[in-house]
Every structure is written in C-alpha cells, then in structure tokens.
C-alpha cells in the first residue's frame, strides 16, 4: 500500500486495525487510513494506493481500508469525529503538539517594538513556558526602505531585541535561533523605498 501526501499541511493517521477487524471477519490484518483536519480546520489530500487500485481522501474525517496489495483500497466513507478520537485515542495523545506562529512589529527604522507588539510577545512567553520549549525560532525582517546593508543590520538588531526580551525572563539563550533577512523576504512585496509597517517584523515560532 501506498500513501502519498499531496499538500505538506495534510495530517494522514494510519492505524493497523488488528484485533478489531480480525475478531469480525476472520481475515487478514486491514489497514484503515483517517484523514484528519489541521488545528485551524484546513485540510489537504490523500492518496491511498495498492496494486489494484487508488482512493483519494480530501475531506476531514473520511477513511479507507486496505487489507492487500492485491486488492483496491476500499470506497471513501466519512467517520463520525468522536468515532475516530475514540478509536485512535493513544496515537492522537501521543502527536506531537503542531507549532504555534506570531509576528511583532517595530516602530520605522527602530528595534522599539510597538505597543501591541509587547503584549503580543508576553503571551508567546507564556506559551513556551506552557510547552517547555526548547526550539524557538526568532527571525527578524524589515521593509524596503533603506539600504540592503543597513535592513540586514535593523532585521539583525530586531531578532535580537526579541531574544533578549525572552532571555531577560528566563528563556535559556540556547533554546533560540536567531535568523535575519533584511528586506528579503517581505510579508507584503512592495517596491524599493515604499514603507509598509507589516513588513517591519520579527516572526517567531514556539516547537
């Protein structure tokens, strides 16, 4: 059998129903694939293959069996969510928790952090502490107001404003990876010399 993942955002669970299908049927091992949502409710493609034949999944809870390669995966059906959550209760607890994004924003050719930006960054505190990171990706940006040298050096000073912030409350320094682009990499393409204040950001990732 098969699995091919069609959009990176796809979270596909296959599971081995051994014991349950065995006692009801009397025949070999089925796999059963679920395909399930992201946190925020979006969901890509699956496409499930065996010699015999293809299914493709593209809606949340919807499954397929395969119990050979000599034999095509069977028609999609959609499960019932608190079916599936029960079922596969261990391996959904034993998922990884998916990472968590946030953007703060600077005041025009400064490292000062907006005020909205400093709330933003007390909540994120509060979120590694919850989760115990030891991954937290810090990467500073700016937009394309001045020159490359000068934007590689603000994006630089930006990243590390916010590291410092997380140190200064107890983030270990090497459980963050500071990264800078300059203008490189806008959030809002804009041509050069144009200010844009979403471009004037650190993003952070909390792993």
């Given at each position: ?14 599971i ?12 070999a ?24 034949g ?20 069977s ?17 959904l ?11 703060v ?22 979120e590694?502490?919850?989760r115990?990171?030891?991954?937290i ?27 410092d912030?997380?140190v ?15 203008k ?24």
């Open positions: 059998m098969i699995i091919k993942k069609n959009i990176h955002i796809v979270r596909a669970l296959q081995a129903m051994l014991f349950a299908l065995l006692l009801n049927t009397g025949c091992p089925v796999t059963r694939v679920v395909l399930l949502p992201d946190p925020d409710g979006k969901v890509g493609i699956v496409d499930v293959s065996s010699d015999k293809i299914q493709t999944l593209d809606n949340p809870w919807q499954t397929t069996e395969v119990s050979s390669k000599g034999k095509a995966p028609v999609p059906r959609l499960m019932d969510e608190k079916a599936v959550r029960a079922m596969f209760k261990e391996a607890a034993a998922e990884p928790i998916p990472p968590v994004f946030s953007i924003y600077f005041e025009t050719d400064s490292s000062d952090l907006t005020t909205e930006s400093l709330k933003i960054l007390s909540r994120v505190l509060e590694i502490g919850v115990k990171s030891t991954n990706i810090v990467s500073g940006h700016t937009d394309a107001v001045g020159s490359v040298e000068k934007n590689q050096e603000l994006s630089l000073k930006r990243a590390k404003a916010v590291a912030f997380f200064s409350k107890g983030v270990h320094p090497e459980n963050i990876d500071v990264t800078y682009h300059g490189g990499s806008p959030l809002i393409p804009t041509p050069d010399g144009v200010p844009e204040p979403r471009n004037r950001r650190v993003e952070i990732t909390v792993q």
